[in-house]
């Protein structure tokens, strides 16, 4: 399992480098990991975010999924996110 961050959401003008920063940042991404930290290791991961998450961030939630082994729920603008094993409830049509 690896993951490589897709620079093809960056929307900036900027140096490759710098678009990879411009992906951790991410609230998304932040969120997770402060859930991580912050909750019990039984419960899922719920996330609301008014705008629509990018792909790069569904494609690294799926991964965190797998790798901690619990639900990530992201609510975005258009729908909810059940993310779990590695697979979403969206089936990739975010």
Known sequence: MGYIPDLDFVLHDVEEEQKEQFLFQHSEKIAVAYGIISTTPLKPIR?????????????????????????IVVRDSNRFHHMKNGVCSCKDYW
């Open 47 to 71: 996330i609301f975010k008014n705008l629509r998450v990018c792909g790069d961030c569904h494609t690294v939630m799926k991964y965190i999924s797998i790798a901690i082994g619990r639900e």
